[in-house]
Every structure is written in C-alpha cells, then in structure tokens.
C-alpha cells in the first residue's frame, strides 16, 4: 500500500536552515502538504504542493519536489525557536479522499 | 467562525464501556474524517464520511463506528472499549474537490484503562 516515510528527529541552531525530507511510493500522488503539529495542538497545514510542480515558495518556507525520486523536501530559512514542532508530510493521490501521513519529524531549533 | 471543533477534550475510559466523541464544523464542508494519532507514527484513517447520511471504512476502522446524520456533524463511537484504543482522536474536513484545504479538530486524548 502507500507509504510516506521521514527522519523522526532534526536539530538545527537558531538561524540556520532546517530541510526536512520525506518520499513516498503512490506514484498517482496528486497533493503532497507538509503540516506543522505544536505540543498539544492539531495538524496546522504550512503549505501543499500539487505534483505537477517542481518547487513552492512562501516566505520562509520552501518546497521541493521530485517526482522521479518520489522525493519532497521543506527547507526553512532563518529557523526560529518558533519553529519547533513535528512536522509532517502527507499525500492524497488522484481521486482519492485518504491522505496519506508520514510519522513527523520533531525539529529541535536551539537558541 | 470556530472551525473544527472537538468534545470532549480528554476521557479516561475503563475497557468495556463505551462512549461517543462529537466533531462539529461551521465552514459547510462535504468531507469529514476521523484520524487516530499514536507516539512515533502519523495519522491514521478511521473513518470518513462524503457527505450528510454517508460514511465509509479508513485505514483502521475496526472497533469503531461512525455517524453523519448532519452536514456539520461527524460522530464516532467506541462500543466496547479497549487499551489498544488508547490514542489522540483528530477529526478533520474539508471542501468537496479540494482535499489541500484540510481541517483539523484539537484532539481529543483518550485513555482506556
């Protein structure tokens, strides 16, 4: 079946870049998101990415796709303390009403 | 406009009994869906629903059920519960045609003892 799988752990130091990778196996992925989870909170979507681009830009955040490799990546530039949450990638392939999670990222951003 | 809305919030729940958790939304959407989110692995589809009076199996459906007698509404209930249910139950919605636009509920946490 699909799968969507990432490091569990990042640790980065305040003002460097973070870049958090996932791939995934459905290869009719139409929507691949990266939502931001803070302690004690719900899924909050950072942004998505249809599978017909290669990269997506907001502010601080971008998003990178390879299809080919099955491969998508989101650097944060300038990472604050703010930032420090699980991240978590997901797809919903063509049709489909599933979206797909990979188990987060926990990025730790040290002052 | 309160978005995704979730009750109760935490429920500490003996094995065997049974209860429903409520999953309201205020933004008219079609969709609706019920995750399950344990330590060390993403979300996990339950239950999800296309519409009012309409409902169908996610990825771990069994143990659980699910109503939608309302467009706003989506319940799921927990008939005899068990330890393995022991989770953080998320619901979510989105607008027909438009699964980026997902919405997720709070949470809520419960524990089976």
């Known amino acids: 079946g699909e799968d969507v799988e990432q490091s569990l752990f990042l640790s980065v130091r305040e003002g460097d870049s973070s870049v958090i990778n996932c791939t995934y196996t459905d290869s009719s992925s139409t929507y691949l998101y990266w939502y931001k989870q803070e302690p004690g909170a719900g899924l909050q979507l950072l942004t998505y990415?249809?599978?017909?681009?290669d990269m997506k830009q907001d502010q601080r955040l971008t998003v990178l796709l390879n299809k080919k490799d099955k491969h998508l990546s989101l650097r944060i530039a300038d990472t604050q303390t703010g930032d420090s949450a699980i991240y978590f990638c997901a797809e919903t392939s063509t049709g489909g009403f599933k979206t797909i999670f990979g188990a987060g990222t926990r990025l730790f951003v040290k002052a | 406009n309160a978005g995704v809305t979730q009750t109760p919030k935490f429920r500490v729940l003996k094995t065997g009994q049974s209860m429903t958790l409520l999953c309201a939304q205020d933004?008219?959407?079609?969709?609706m869906y019920w995750y399950r989110q344990d330590p060390g692995m993403g979300l996990r589809l339950i239950h999800y629903?296309?519409?009012?009076?309409?409902?169908a199996k996610g990825e771990v459906p069994d143990g659980y059920n699910v109503s939608r007698l309302k467009k706003q509404n989506f319940l799921l209930g927990l008939e005899s519960a068990a330890p393995s249910q022991t989770s953080v139950y998320f619901c979510?919605?989105?607008?027909?045609?438009?699964?980026?636009?997902?919405?997720f509920g709070p949470g809520t946490r419960l524990t089976v003892t």
């Open positions: 979510a919605s989105t607008p027909r045609g438009k699964s980026y636009e997902q919405y």
């Open positions: 933004m008219n959407h079609e969709y």
């Open positions: 990415i249809f599978s017909n681009m």
């Open positions: 629903s296309v519409g009012e009076g309409t409902t």
